[in-house]
């Protein structure tokens, strides 16, 4: 591993002097990504000084604003802490670490260094990096890559504009590996399987895209993450509220654009053979991998298209922040659409010509209460005290799987513990 140092006072010729008496000499921290970062200060004098702490944070967005100092031990005239990333989970490569001393005397004042920050580089490879407004991309292998995945962000946030009324509220990167397995080493604690993860809280997303399948995979893949990542901004709640999967996967579907072949196949066959899944039963998480996988992407599509094709971007919006609110999925679907998932239902599978499904006869009510707790787009935020990121994951491009955008739903929380901070958090 490759030490970068975030360099606090190093060559600069003056050292700091602080207001009371305290002079740091130096300040800095030892970045080993993804592994550890070791924040050292050392005072010129500090027989004067009673206590020293430090103070971290990585920008994110969060629902909790809590920066909490870390007490480090002084020894002699230097303190040193480690954030041990292996012990927590790392932020992603492009996330932005910031830091502050605080340094009380003997006579209670306190002393704060100036605030000091370093980004996050995965510093294995020579990255180049092209931009759009609020998108940033950077990609190492493959000339044309970067500019072909960019122009498919763009236009997926376009779509996501024009058929969704759905803005990026803040700049988002994507960091695009030449192939997953790069990827995966970039991040602890990710599933082995694992080709594509977007950190919602950072708004950054890692997709590991062969140059090959670039254009067949790499484009639909990376805006239909971008859309989880979008519509997470959009819909962001910090009072438990949650989406069902066929919502946050059916929008994700439809930001990659014009279906593609194999989606048009099963909807051709579901419609056939009046094989569709009850749409209730994809409240929660699909099957990660196989063809009922693929068919629930697809199934959920449609039932999207004919949401904002029937109803229009004000209602899809509505619904959006209905259920940031925290309300239950049917309550939510009654409030703008005037009916239950089993009402969506019906109207959906008459818009397909088909006809009414059984639906058994004593659907107990779900209430809020009821609902799958499975996050299906991955965070907690059911958990008011939050000192977890989370991330989505992707499964990696194969030959066999051009299929593009299937996203599997598993979290996986990168949990801050043992670092005596609570970190605020994301999505
Ligand atoms: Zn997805």
């Given at each position: 591993?490759?030490?970068?140092?975030?360099?606090?006072?190093?060559?600069?010729?003056?050292?700091?002097?602080?207001?009371?008496?305290?002079?740091?000499?130096?300040?800095?921290?030892?970045?080993?990504?993804?592994?550890?970062?070791?924040?050292?200060?050392?005072?010129?004098?500090?027989?004067?000084?009673?206590?020293?702490?430090?103070?971290?944070?990585?920008?994110?967005?969060?629902?909790?604003?809590?920066?909490?100092?870390?007490?480090?031990?002084?020894?002699?005239?230097?303190?040193?802490?480690?954030?041990?990333?292996?012990?927590?989970?790392?932020?992603?490569?492009?996330?932005?670490?910031?830091?502050?001393?605080?340094?009380?005397?003997?006579?209670?004042?306190?002393?704060?260094?100036?605030?000091?920050?370093?980004?996050?580089?995965?510093?294995?490879?020579?990255?180049?990096?092209?931009?759009?407004?609020?998108?940033?991309?950077?990609?190492?292998?493959?000339?044309?890559?970067?500019?072909?995945?960019?122009?498919?962000?763009?236009?997926?946030?376009?779509?996501?504009?024009?058929?969704?009324?759905?803005?990026?509220?803040?700049?988002?990167?994507?960091?695009?590996?030449?192939?997953?397995?790069?990827?995966?080493?970039?991040?602890?604690?990710?599933?082995?399987?694992?080709?594509?993860?977007?950190?919602?809280?950072?708004?950054?997303?890692?997709?590991?895209?062969?140059?090959?399948?670039?254009?067949?995979?790499?484009?639909?893949?990376?805006?239909?993450?971008?859309?989880?990542?979008?519509?997470?901004?959009?819909?962001?709640?910090?009072?438990?509220?949650?989406?069902?999967?066929?919502?946050?996967?059916?929008?994700?579907?439809?930001?990659?654009?014009?279906?593609?072949?194999?989606?048009?196949?099963?909807?051709?066959?579901?419609?056939?053979?009046?094989?569709?899944?009850?749409?209730?039963?994809?409240?929660?998480?699909?099957?990660?991998?196989?063809?009922?996988?693929?068919?629930?992407?697809?199934?959920?599509?449609?039932?999207?298209?004919?949401?904002?094709?029937?109803?229009?971007?004000?209602?899809?919006?509505?619904?959006?922040?209905?259920?940031?609110?925290?309300?239950?999925?049917?309550?939510?679907?009654?409030?703008?659409?005037?009916?239950?998932?089993?009402?969506?239902?019906?109207?959906?599978?008459?818009?397909?010509?088909?006809?009414?499904?059984?639906?058994?006869?004593?659907?107990?009510?779900?209430?809020?209460?009821?609902?799958?707790?499975?996050?299906?787009?991955?965070?907690p935020?059911?958990?008011?005290?939050?000192?977890a990121a989370a991330?989505?994951?992707?499964?990696?491009?194969?030959?066999?799987?051009?299929?593009?955008?299937?996203?599997?739903?598993?979290a996986f929380p990168l949990l801050?513990?043992?670092?005596?901070?609570?970190?605020?958090?994301?999505?």
């Amino acid at each position: 591993m490759i030490i970068i140092v975030a360099n606090g006072l190093l060559g600069l010729a003056a050292p700091l002097q602080a207001q009371s008496d305290i002079t740091v000499t130096q300040n800095e921290a030892l970045v080993d990504f993804p592994q550890s970062v070791t924040f050292q200060l050392e005072l010129a004098d500090a027989s004067d000084v009673a206590s020293v702490s430090l103070v971290y944070d990585v920008d994110r967005l969060s629902c909790l604003e809590a920066n909490t100092a870390v007490p480090v031990e002084l020894n002699g005239n230097r303190a040193e802490w480690t954030w041990e990333m292996v012990r927590s989970g790392n932020p992603p490569p492009g996330a932005t670490l910031s830091w502050q001393w605080q340094i009380t005397d003997r006579r209670g004042n306190v002393t704060t260094t100036p605030g000091q920050s370093h980004t996050f580089v995965d510093d294995r490879f020579d990255w180049q990096t092209v931009s759009a407004p609020n998108i940033r991309l950077h990609w190492y292998e493959g000339d044309e890559v970067g500019p072909m995945l960019l122009d498919a962000a763009v236009a997926g946030l376009d779509r996501l504009q024009n058929e969704m009324g759905i803005t990026l509220d803040s700049e988002v990167q994507l960091f695009i590996y030449e192939e997953s397995n790069d990827m995966r080493d970039a991040v602890l604690y990710i599933q082995d399987w694992a080709g594509g993860v977007a950190f919602s809280d950072y708004n950054i997303i890692l997709i590991g895209v062969p140059p090959r399948i670039a254009e067949s995979w790499g484009k639909p893949t990376v805006r239909h993450e971008l859309a989880h990542l979008v519509i997470g901004q959009f819909g962001r709640s910090c009072v438990g509220g949650s989406r069902p999967t066929w919502l946050n996967e059916g929008l994700a579907v439809y930001a990659e654009g014009e279906p593609s072949e194999s989606i048009q196949e099963d909807l051709a066959r579901g419609i056939e053979n009046n094989s569709f899944e009850p749409v209730r039963s994809l409240n929660g998480a699909f099957s990660s991998h196989g063809p009922e996988a693929g068919i629930a992407y697809s199934q959920s599509y449609s039932v999207v298209k004919f949401l904002l094709e029937s109803y229009g971007q004000a209602q899809m919006q509505d619904l959006l922040l209905t259920l940031a609110q925290g309300t239950g999925y049917d309550e939510a679907l009654e409030a703008v659409y005037g009916f239950n998932v089993d009402g969506l239902e019906l109207a959906w599978r008459k818009s397909l010509n088909l006809p009414p499904r059984e639906i058994p006869p004593t659907p107990t009510a779900v209430s809020a209460q009821a609902v799958p707790t499975i996050e299906p787009f991955g965070l907690p935020e059911s958990v008011p005290t939050e000192t977890a990121a989370a991330a989505t994951a992707v499964p990696p491009a194969t030959t066999n799987n051009p299929g593009g955008g299937i996203c599997n739903l598993t979290a996986f929380p990168l949990l801050l513990i043992g670092v005596g901070l609570v970190l605020r958090r994301r999505k």
